[in-house]
């Protein structure tokens, strides 16, 4: 198809905010870096973020840096460089790009946003609840830097969640109190905590608001664009910027629902996309799916990014739920049904499965739940690829499958 003949794709304005909010974003980073009366924390993506701005530091999270370097496709060239230190070509190929690329001091934050420097840490803080490559990664940093590292063990693939589950993941909250006051020289603030997770509730809230209004028909964004607008929610929340930002995206979209104008100019087909995204091929399977008429209009990826369980009055026991009960810490049935509401929810004509060659722990077509939504009536595709390593990824042959689910959804009208 000429460039000319290919559907057109609609702009969210808000963009613009966007990349100014995470262009400021990186710069504070980089000056607390610099400052020595300023204070950083680098924090697993769904960690103890509140705490650590609570107690005034910056926050850095790694995993976003991952995702840049799949962005850009820096990664497959940097994932070797940790290979060759012994971090297996097998585990979190965010963690090994993100490794690779500060042994080989190469990243989009050095030359995109002019800083000199990673941002240097003052402790590093991860919480399990998505993978246990996250303690390793983090590790690697305490031994460089040779700053604490702290964490919370999350009980993990909880089928029922029991009050139990929340209670004993409230107390290793609690106990990072401590280190976090020796670290810092704060003294523990619950009023300033509870501010934070006041904001941090209103941006998953917003964020929340923005996704459902895919329930649309058609659709205003695709999950491609929810892979970039979650931005601010992932390395803002807690802050009235991030707040902001989502009111604006919000307005922007319900416009868009009343006046029926859909994210893709021909919406025919409605998709759910389970499974990390392919950072490297963002914009190219965005086009695909838009020549192909097909909206992916919701995604396990981005709901992952609100946290319902805050609660301000409480702020440790909703701390602990909201990142205890997260969609990638449960067990196969609950996911399942996850699913599956979703798709009625969205009105879904089919799932795609990423199947992430590194990340078995945001992979969920390994254990049968294709066939068995299958077998349920719903249409399912698993793709092989991965979220940064490209050599897993064949674009050939997931072109081809793309285009043949799409004939059998057509097939099926
Ligand atoms: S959940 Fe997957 S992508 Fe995220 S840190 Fe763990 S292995 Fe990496």
């Known amino acids: 198809m000429s460039e000319k003949d290919k559907p057109e794709r609609k702009r969210i304005h808000a963009t613009g905010s966007m990349k100014e909010i995470m262009i400021n974003y990186f710069h504070e980073l980089d000056s607390a870096s610099n400052d020595p009366n300023d204070l950083v924390a680098w924090c697993t993506s769904v960690g103890p973020a509140e705490l650590l701005l609570s107690f005034g530091f910056k926050v850095y999270y790694?995993?976003?840096?991952?995702a840049m370097l799949g962005t850009s496709r820096m990664a497959t060239g940097l994932i070797p460089v940790a290979n060759a230190i012994g971090y297996s070509p097998d585990i979190c190929s965010y963690l090994t790009s993100d490794i690779g690329s500060f042994v080989k001091h190469e990243s989009p934050m050095l030359t995109n946003f002019d800083m000199k420097e990673f941002p240097k840490p003052d402790v590093l803080a991860y919480n399990t609840n998505q993978c246990r490559d996250v303690q390793e990664w983090f590790s690697f940093y305490s031994r460089k830097f040779d700053v604490p590292l702290i964490g919370v063990n999350a009980p993990d693939k909880i089928d029922n969640l029991q009050e139990e589950h929340i209670h004993s993941n409230e107390g290793q909250f609690k106990l990072l109190v401590e280190p976090l006051e020796k670290i810092s020289g704060n003294v523990y603030n619950e009023g300033k905590l509870k501010e934070v997770i006041r904001l941090s509730k209103n941006c998953t809230e917003l964020w929340r608001q923005v996704l459902e209004t895919a329930a649309h028909s058609p659709s205003p964004l695709t999950f491609f664009d929810g892979c970039i607008h979650m931005g601010p929610a992932v390395v803002l929340r807690?802050?009235?910027?991030?707040?902001?930002?989502y009111e604006l995206l919000l307005k922007e979209l319900k416009e868009r629902n009343e006046n029926n104008m859909g994210a893709i100019a021909n919406e025919q087909f409605r998709l759910y996309w389970d499974g990390m995204p392919i950072w490297g091929k963002l914009r190219s399977l965005s086009n695909l799916f838009s020549e192909l008429d097909t909206c992916m209009v919701a995604s396990t990826y981005c709901n992952s990014w609100?946290?319902?369980?805050?609660d301000p009055e409480r702020p440790f026991y909703g701390m602990a739920k909201a990142y205890t009960e997260i969609f990638i810490n449960r067990s196969e049935r609950i996911k399942e049904q996850y699913i599956e509401n979703m798709v009625k929810k969205?009105?879904?004509d089919g799932v795609i499965f990423h199947d992430a060659k590194t990340c078995p722990s945001n992979s969920n077509a390994r254990y049968g739940m294709p066939e068995r939504l299958k077998e349920s009536g719903?249409?399912?595709?698993v793709?092989?690829?991965d979220l940064n390593d490209l050599r897993c990824y064949s674009e050939e042959q997931s072109i081809t499958k793309i285009q043949a689910f799409?004939?059998?959804?057509?097939g099926n009208i």
């Open 406 to 410: 799409i004939e059998q959804l057509q």
């Open 62 to 66: 790694p995993e976003n840096h991952g």
């Open 238 to 245: 807690g802050s009235q910027t991030a707040v902001d930002y």
């Open 346 to 348: 969205y009105n879904c």
């Open 378 to 381: 719903v249409p399912t595709l």
């Open 306 to 310: 609100i946290f319902s369980g805050f």
């Open 383 to 385: 793709l092989d690829g």
